[in-house]
Nanobody
Framework: QLQLVEPGGGLVQPGGSLRLSCAAS????????IGWFRQAPGKEREGVSC????????TYADSVKGRFTISRDNAKNTVYLQMNSLKPEDTAVYYC??????????????????WGQGTQVTVSS
């Protein structure tokens, strides 16, 4: 069945690092742009990063720029989000999603059509 799975979440201390994965089954990610989003309790879903289908272009929210890095390995049908220098305000459920484009602005949830179940990231001492 078509599925996006996001292993890699968990608990990390402030200043620590975590790598999230977005692994596809049932379809090939290389045809799609991939976006990462997050949603904290009581907050709206926030675009974090996206990467183009080729991997040649990526964009980041200002809040994570310089700390997070998105990458993709189409041979593994997987997209990654490397999160460094984590802060408590990064705590959220993180989702990956496939869409058609990653353009020169913060990704918008409405531009992405197929979503994973999300993974909890908690940054706390």
């Amino acid at each position: 069945q078509l599925q996006l799975v996001e292993p890699g979440g968990g608990l990390v201390q402030p200043g620590g690092s975590l790598r999230l994965s977005c692994a596809a089954s049932g379809f090939s990610l290389d045809y799609y742009a991939i976006g990462w989003f997050r949603q904290a309790p009581g907050k709206e879903r926030e675009g974090v990063s996206c990467v183009s289908s080729s991997g040649g272009f990526a964009t980041y929210a200002d809040s994570v720029k310089g700390r997070f890095t998105i990458s993709r390995d189409n041979a593994k049908n997987t997209v990654y989000l490397q999160m460094n220098s984590l802060k408590p305000e990064d705590t959220a459920v993180y989702y990956c999603a496939s869409g058609y484009y990653c353009l020169g602005y913060v990704p918008t949830a409405g531009e992405y059509s197929f979503w994973g179940q999300g993974t909890q990231v908690t940054v706390s001492s």
